[in-house]
């Protein structure tokens, strides 16, 4: 089992910058992947970006250029760190753990955090 913790969320105006930290315990073994999720109201949950391995990451077209995942592997630890932000990023962002083979999919999930972007 593993879990995982987010924080870092909060309220930005446009154009601002956040960075959320999802922290793991616990193990298993055929996790290879941790994500980002967010839902917006009303609107279906989006898959916002991937980590692989070190450093390897895909992102989806709206967040690309503005969004960067990386992560600490001592720590057990992936950051999305958050610039240009604009009101319609306004969404709970979760954190997972999954399988990465050739779509991602998700095992684990964090609480969520908020994040809204005023204009």
């Known amino acids: 089992q593993v879990q995982l913790v987010e924080s870092g969320g909060g309220l930005v105006q446009a154009g601002g910058s956040l960075r959320l930290s999802c922290a793991a315990s616990g193990s298993d073994f055929s996790i290879n992947a941790r994500g980002w999720y967010r839902q917006a109201p009303g609107k279906q949950r989006e898959l916002v970006g991937t980590?692989?391995?070190?450093?390897?990451?895909d992102y989806a077209d709206s967040v690309k250029g503005r969004f960067t995942i990386s992560r600490n592997l001592a720590k057990n630890t992936v950051y999305l760190q958050m610039d240009s932000l604009k009101p319609e990023d306004t969404a709970v962002y979760y954190c997972t753990a999954g399988i990465h083979v050739y779509t991602y999919s998700p095992k684990y999930w964090g609480q969520g955090t908020q994040v809204t972007v005023s204009s």
């Open positions: 980590i692989t391995g070190p450093a390897n990451t």
